[in-house]
């Protein structure tokens, strides 16, 4: 029988050290064993092992200390640590320094195959995330834009050309499909990159706001005016700016906006001096341009001066293949900010992703990967963490619920399911409990205690 898994096992009792050997042979992987903490080195630095089991009171040497110089040897080693019922708290600590588990005396050796197995699955699983982000990175990503669909592809290739040039440029699609990133790709590979990119939503604020928002004002020119203000225009000298929804923009604005891409120049509200500036504008909306034209709206001429060249995102529903890159993409940021070791999706998870018809594009995505990242209880996204969730209903442009609420239900149900001890509680997070303290005293979660540490 071909042997499974080449493990050290190091305690200074021989009945430990026997019983886990014979039982771990039995089943197929390859023991190897130490009476004390520098027999175990020697033997690392030989053989090379993939996990060790150390105790953790040794003399001479404790298991901390072992799986310390372990890992200075063996950089890639697992650690399960082997512990007394009254030692649980510095098994505990070892796992924050990097033990993957502990073992409690006494134990059955069936325990140490099970963690042995699970662990192993989950290095695999580490290292096929690993290998499929590096693939991400190298063939699939550019500018922060994750996609190998054609669709997408021709998208980066309009992006690397318009992007040599100084037209404006129109980014159109449906709401949630990236069009402030692409924006942000056009810029980032022009000549401007090293000046300012400056966003503004002509949605987000009233057409007098705006209007001062975009051209700045002078002192005075109205009530609350008291000093001189210089607009995005000009903040945005020698870069870009990016005007998100367009097709909100106001009739009077429109005017001004076609002034200054025809004579790159314009008054701040309230002044006289007109204000020359070199901007590139790009601008994006998920409007039908050509209905808001035939509906007197917006303005033909500047529709023509705002789409010298138009990029179509396409939605999500149609660049399917892109779905688990972008979740893979999604869940490395988000496992890295919630301190959980996530390696990656289930079949079934990944079935489910494919199978939704995600009517808010990458934005919802998003949002419903952080969810899952943050409900998951295993070392994989099962379908359950993202079935559970509500996800943004067809027409919605929000997410369901707000994410914080979830994250503090979450925590709040499990620290009832185990009665107050932040220890389980953060096992079954899959957190540390450092991470925890910190979220209960975040969310100020009135939390019954009992003994954490049993």
């Given at each position: 029988m071909k042997k499974k898994t080449k493990v050290l096992v190091a305690d200074d009792e021989a009945i430990v050290r026997e019983?886990?050997?014979?039982?771990?042979?039995?089943?197929?992987?390859?023991?190897?064993?130490?009476?004390?903490?520098?027999?175990?080195?020697?033997?690392?630095?030989?053989?090379?092992?993939?996990?060790?089991?150390?105790?953790?009171?040794?003399?001479?040497m404790d298991g901390i200390e072992v799986m310390k110089k372990a890992r200075e040897l063996l950089p890639g080693i697992e650690v399960i640590i082997i512990t007394a019922y009254g030692s649980i708290p510095t098994a505990i600590n070892a796992i924050r320094e990097g033990a993957y588990d502990y073992i409690e005396k006494p134990f059955c050796p069936e325990r140490a195959e099970i963690l042995i197995e699970k662990l192993m699955e989950h290095r695999r699983l580490r290292e096929e995330n690993i290998a499929l982000h590096q693939k991400l990175e190298e063939r699939y990503r550019f500018e922060n834009i994750v996609a190998k669909s054609s669709r997408m592809q021709q998208v980066i290739e309009v992006i690397k050309m318009v992007a040599k040039s100084n037209a404006t440029v129109l980014i159109t699609g449906d709401t949630g499909t990236g069009k402030e990133l692409v924006a942000r790709a056009v810029h980032s590979q022009s000549y401007r990159r090293d000046r300012p990119?400056?966003?503004?939503?002509?949605?987000?604020?009233?057409?007098?706001?705006?209007?001062?928002?975009?051209?700045?004002?002078?002192?005075?020119?109205?009530?609350?005016?008291?000093?001189?203000?210089?607009?995005?225009?000009?903040?945005?000298?020698?870069?870009?700016?990016?005007?998100?929804?367009?097709?909100?923009?106001?009739?009077?604005?429109?005017?001004?906006?076609?002034?200054?891409?025809?004579?790159?120049?314009?008054?701040?509200?309230?002044?006289n001096e007109p204000v020359k500036v070199?901007?590139?504008?790009?601008?994006?909306t998920n409007v039908d341009m050509k209905e808001a034209i035939a509906q007197g709206k917006f303005r033909e001429d500047l529709y023509y001066r705002l789409n010298v060249v138009n990029i179509e995102l396409p939605p999500l529903r149609e660049r399917?293949?892109?779905?688990?890159?972008?979740?893979?993409?999604?869940?490395?940021?988000?496992?890295?900010?919630?301190q959980k070791e996530i390696a990656g999706f289930s079949p079934e998870a990944t079935d489910f992703l494919l199978k939704h018809d995600w009517p808010g594009n990458v934005r919802e995505l998003e949002n419903a990967i952080e969810r899952a990242v943050i409900l998951a209880q295993n070392s994989v996204i099962e379908a359950a963490d993202l079935s559970?969730?509500?996800?943004?209903?067809?027409?919605?442009?929000?997410?369901?619920?707000?994410?914080?609420?979830?994250?503090?239900?979450?925590?709040?149900?499990?620290?009832?399911?185990a009665r107050g001890n932040y220890t389980e509680a953060a096992r079954i997070l899959g957190i540390s409990r450092m991470t925890l303290y910190n979220k209960i005293k975040a969310y100020r979660l009135n939390v019954k205690k009992i003994d954490n540490k049993r």
């Open positions: 019983s886990l050997r014979d039982w771990l042979d039995d089943v197929g992987h390859q023991v190897l064993t130490a009476e004390n903490g520098p027999q175990a080195l020697e033997i690392i630095r030989k053989e090379k092992p993939a996990v060790l089991i150390t105790d953790l009171v040794m003399p001479g990119f400056v966003a503004v939503s002509c949605a987000a604020l009233p057409e007098s706001l705006l209007e001062s928002e975009l051209f700045g004002h002078e002192k005075g020119s109205f009530t609350g005016a008291y000093a001189q203000k210089k607009g995005k225009f000009e903040a945005a000298d020698g870069g870009t700016l990016f005007l998100d929804e367009i097709g909100e923009m106001s009739a009077n604005i429109q005017v001004h906006l076609l002034r200054v891409l025809e004579e790159k120049e314009f008054n701040r509200v309230g002044g070199d901007v590139r504008v790009i601008s994006a399917t293949e892109d779905i688990p890159l972008l979740a893979e993409h999604f869940l490395k940021g988000f496992a890295l900010e919630n559970q969730q509500e996800l943004m209903p067809a027409g919605s442009t929000s997410p369901a619920k707000n994410l914080k609420q979830v994250e503090e239900k979450h925590i709040q149900d499990v620290l009832a399911k």
